[in-house]
């Protein structure tokens, strides 16, 4: 079986990767949503590798092991921290010579490479997990096979930018749209491959 790869990314209306605050961003529920259901729940089974450039990776181990979690934490997100926990995680670095984090492992290199050692590699899927440079790396190469969005209704005109100059463009297919309760929408989209614009 081929390891499919899904690009998850929280986007702000003008594409960048940050977690701004508007009307209900920090509702609290013991309840995990449907963006939580989508972006992770529903991965978990046929997830087993999880990628991130180094900042990212070095946020996640401050904030998501088990060991961050607090007891007032709601159910699914210590769920999420044990998942995140188990799975593989490729930290991608040039300067980390540890990664200080169960299950990871550091790589470097050319991206298209690294994928397709990974692809080699027996497991399930995985997922790119940012930051953004790095997703746009993945969109640039055409190397994720889907991509789920979460669009929050912000235009933030600052953070890491997901999008940027390509040598041609990339052309998805929208597979499924949400409106969410606080306004943001959740995309599915997937990769259109050997369409010639
Ligand atoms: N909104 C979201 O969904 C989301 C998700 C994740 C992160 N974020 C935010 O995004 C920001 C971080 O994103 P970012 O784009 O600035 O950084 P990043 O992708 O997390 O990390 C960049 C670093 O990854 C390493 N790297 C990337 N590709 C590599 C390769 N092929 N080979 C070797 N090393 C490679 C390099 O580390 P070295 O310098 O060690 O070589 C590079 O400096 C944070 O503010 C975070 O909160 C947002």
């Given at each position: 079986?081929?390891?499919?790869?899904?690009?998850?990314?929280?986007?702000?209306?003008?594409?960048r990767g940050a977690f701004p605050k508007y009307p209900g961003f920090d509702r609290e529920t013991t309840e995990p949503n449907d963006m939580w259901r989508e972006m992770?729940?529903?991965?978990?089974?046929?997830?087993?590798?999880v990628i991130m450039g180094r900042r990212s990776f070095l946020g996640h181990r401050r904030v998501w092991t088990e060991k961050a979690r607090k007891p007032s934490?709601?159910?699914?997100?210590i769920d999420y921290?044990?998942?995140?926990?188990?799975?593989?995680?490729?930290?991608l670095s040039t300067r980390l010579k540890s990664p200080g984090w169960e299950n990871s492992r550091i790589m470097k290199g050319d991206l298209s490479r690294i994928v397709a050692k990974l692809k080699r590699e027996k497991g399930g899927n995985i997922i790119a997990e940012?930051?953004?440079?790095l997703i746009l790396e993945f969109l640039r190469r055409g190397l994720a096979d889907d991509y789920w969005l979460i669009v929050q209704p912000v235009v933030y005109g600052k953070g890491p930018q997901y999008w940027g100059t390509m040598k041609m463009q990339a052309t998805l297919k929208l597979l499924s749209?949400?409106?969410?309760e606080d306004g943001e929408l959740l995309l599915h989209y997937?990769?259109?491959?050997?369409?010639r614009a």
């Open positions: 079986m081929t390891r499919k790869i899904t690009a998850s990314l929280y986007m702000t209306l003008d594409g992770w729940l529903n991965r978990f089974d046929d997830v087993t590798t934490d709601a159910q699914y997100q921290s044990r998942w995140l926990d188990r799975v593989e995680k490729i930290c940012g930051g953004p440079r749209a949400k409106t969410m997937e990769t259109v491959r050997g369409f």
